[in-house]
């Protein structure tokens, strides 16, 4: 049956092909056909986009379709005028041929199959690992030179040799231009993005402007003219071709050895990772003191949480919250250190330590108080250090040295139980997100679709989800569909800090801390509960609370969807700890137990006027990007309460110490561990966009703006 339904709609094709090109009346006939199809399609645009799919750029899809079902019936309207003008010019061009064809096709193909994969992969390679699911991310750079091939090569392969030799003059010249304006896109324009995620989303709001649009068409037309030229009196095009394909080769080599240098000692840390359940260890009648780093989270917000919610009073009995409180940077590089080690780890006084590497320093930031606490009789657990031995994923061998240390990777643990794989997606996006980093800005918007990169959105079914991992598109200020990996492997690990926990009734002491980053890869959640949903609809919610957001005066201005997402991301970790410390309590551990709640930096979101400290437009001169939260709860404290006192983030060790630690002592320099410091001089706070540490990793930081306070 299916070779008679293939035999009758050759035949048909045939009929419908001889028709046209025999027949000047049925030619006619078939262009108005085409011309009312395409008219049909712009008609029913909306009702297809909602029935079909969740793209927002599915407009485009289908006014590209409309444009072409209107070319015949258009071009034979001016047919007559224009004669043979067209094979007139095609004969003028030189005549390129097959290895012309085959060089550029070639060339396209190692650009975008796999010089932009592997240089997206290669910028942080340990990213693209899922611990759970292992495998070498360089699968996806062979899967996106796979679709290369079979677009470049193949495909467009199939259309060359199809054509007659004036088109194929045409070919060649698209494909010479093509590549040049390609390559110029990707190595000049759409570089002020935000951070690209594992998942090729970008943490702000994809947006471009005007002015740039305007300038990049202007220069891809300059030069798409000076390079038709060009193509005219090329002798031997093809030459060009090779030379940049040895350059494409040689780059992307060099990106594809840094990927694998960078993940070969991944695969036994995974094995490792899936064996190993992390544990809590806490005691009844011991201390206990637990640091909770919860990266990127905000100070600002807590007072209009509180507003919100007032519950969270209850669930917060006894901790203090500070308003007034700093951060060493607006990136974790800067702000982590302080944090795990106090003054001597801010950015001014690492500096000055230049006869040591910063991954050193960081390494001795992250060890030193497990190691005080553990020296001092205290049982210790670390999960996830952040950028210990300056690695994205955290090892636990970092900690292998010291008998008393437990550590464990617990990002992704519990998602990765529901999931086969958490990049699927990617096998197939890194080759779109290359099309979109090489395409003019005015369409890169259409490609990226939000980062879904116009995949299909059929589904609303969670079970599906969970399979999938299809990530979340933002359809509106209030609204969404899907959700997002990379949230979720940080997110379960608070919902599952009760499994986590083991509760003993002896008096051992314990020293607990975790990096936990709910607050740093933020989605929409489903308001009031804070809560992850595959169809997030806050409108009315948000209709009728609209005016939480002002407390004591002070507005935050929630006019965009990043800021709801970081608003509810902070709040859904804020109610998941509260519903933890709920579950100490009635176990009877948290008036024993010292709790600090910190982040190694805000987010500048631009709330409030008031923050700023220039107009506005420069995000380090944003003072909510060094805003952190922190809030501790001391031994058998009840009341929750706010201290206006000057903090910063590198008061943690401090804190954790306090009257449990007699004068401690940091054992890598032997310098006693204190805010001293705090009330001697400014403090010296690093505003820089280096963050990353594969370049940012010498033993001073690089430059970058300096802010005082006092």
């Known amino acids: 049956s299916g070779l008679v339904l293939y035999w009758t709609l050759n035949n048909i094709f045939s009929l419908v092909k001889t028709l046209y090109y025999k027949y000047e009346l049925s030619k006619k006939i078939l262009n108005i056909l085409f011309a009312i199809t395409g008219a049909v399609l712009l008609v029913s645009t909306p009702v297809l986009r909602s029935k079909i799919t969740g793209s927002k750029s599915f407009l485009l899809i289908i006014l590209l379709l409309s444009i072409i079902c209107f070319a015949p019936f258009f071009l034979s309207l001016i047919k007559s005028k224009v004669n043979k003008k067209p094979n007139k010019i095609l004969k003028i061009l030189p005549e390129g041929g097959y290895p012309v064809f085959l060089t550029l096709g070639l060339y396209f193909t190692l650009l975008l199959g796999v010089l932009i994969p592997s240089g997206v992969i290669a910028s942080s390679p340990q990213e693209f690992v899922d611990l759970y699911h292992y495998s070498s991310p360089l699968w996806f750079v062979l899967s996106s030179l796979c679709i290369a091939i079979g677009v470049f090569v193949l495909w467009f392969g199939v259309f060359y040799a199809l054509a007659n030799v004036h088109v194929r003059r045409l070919f060649c010249l698209l494909m010479w231009v093509g590549s040049i304006l390609a390559t110029v896109n990707y190595i000049f324009f759409g570089k002020n993005r935000a951070v690209l995620n594992s998942s090729l989303g970008f943490t702000e709001e994809f947006t471009i402007p005007i002015t740039e649009k305007l300038i990049n068409i202007a220069l891809l037309l300059i030069l798409g003219i000076l390079l038709i030229i060009v193509f005219k009196f090329l002798a031997k095009p093809a030459w060009i071709g090779i030379v940049g394909c040895i350059a494409l080769i040689i780059m992307s080599g060099i990106n594809i050895a840094k ?110 108080m497990p190691v005080i606490f553990g020296e001092n009789g205290y049982e210790v657990t670390v999960c996830d250090a952040p950028y210990a031995d300056y690695n994205w994923v955290f090892d636990p061998s970092f900690f292998e040295e010291y008998s008393y240390v437990n550590a464990y990777n617990t990002k992704g643990y519990f998602w990765a139980a529901h999931k086969e794989g958490v990049s699927n997606r990617n096998y197939r996006n890194f080759f779109c997100y290359s099309l979109m980093k090489a395409a003019p800005l005015f369409v890169q918007n259409h490609l990226y679709d939000g980062g879904f990169y116009n995949e299909n959105m059929i589904t609303n079914d969670f079970s599906d989800e969970i399979t999938n991992g299809n990530g979340q598109y933002i359809k509106s200020m209030y609204t969404a569909q899907g959700i997002y990996d990379e949230f979720m492997w940080d997110y379960s690990t608070l919902l599952n800090l009760e499994t986590m926990t083991d509760i003993s009734d002896d008096d051992t002491k314990h020293y607990f801390t975790i990096d936990n980053d709910t607050t740093h890869d933020p989605i929409m959640l489903q308001e009031p509960e804070y809560d992850v949903k595959y169809d997030v609809d806050n409108t009315a919610y948000e209709r009728d609370h609209s005016d939480r957001f002002t407390v004591d005066g002070m507005t935050i201005n929630m006019d965009n969807s990043e800021k709801y997402v970081f608003y509810q991301c902070n709040m859904s970790s804020i109610l998941a700890l509260g519903r933890w410390f709920e579950y100490l309590k009635k176990e009877g551990v948290y008036d024993n137990t010292r709790i600090i709640i910190v982040s190694d930096h805000g987010r500048a979101l631009h709330l409030n006027d008031a923050y700023h400290l220039d107009d506005g437009t420069d995000e380090f001169m944003d003072i909510e990007a060094y805003y952190p939260l922190l809030m501790i709860k001391d031994f058998n404290s009840k009341e929750f309460s706010v201290s206006e006192e000057f903090m910063t983030n590198a008061d943690v060790p401090t804190y954790a110490m306090k009257d449990l630690i007699d004068n401690p002592i940091n054992p890598f320099t032997g310098n006693p561990v204190n805010n001293d410091e705090k009330f001697s001089h400014p403090q010296y706070v690093l505003g820089s966009p280096k963050w990353v540490v594969d370049g940012n990793n010498g033993n001073t930081f690089l430059p970058g703006l300096w802010l005082s306070v006092e």
Do not use: C, H
């Open 259 to 368: 990927i694998d240098k960078g993940t070969k000692d991944l695969k036994v840390q995974a094995q490792k990772a899936v064996e190993d359940m992390p544990t809590i260890s806490l005691s009844r009648n011991g201390n206990n003191v637990v640091v909770i780093m919860l990266d990127k989270a905000s100070g600002v917000f807590i007072p209009y949480f509180l507003n919100e919610k007032p519950e969270i009073k209850d669930m917060y009995s006894g901790f203090t919250f500070y308003p007034n409180t700093i951060s060493f940077g607006a990136y974790t590089n800067f702000g982590s250190p302080g944090i795990f080690g106090g003054y001597e780890y801010t950015p001014e006084n690492m500096n000055i330590r230049d006869d040591v590497s910063l991954m050193d320093k960081q390494n001795e930031a992250l060890k030193l």
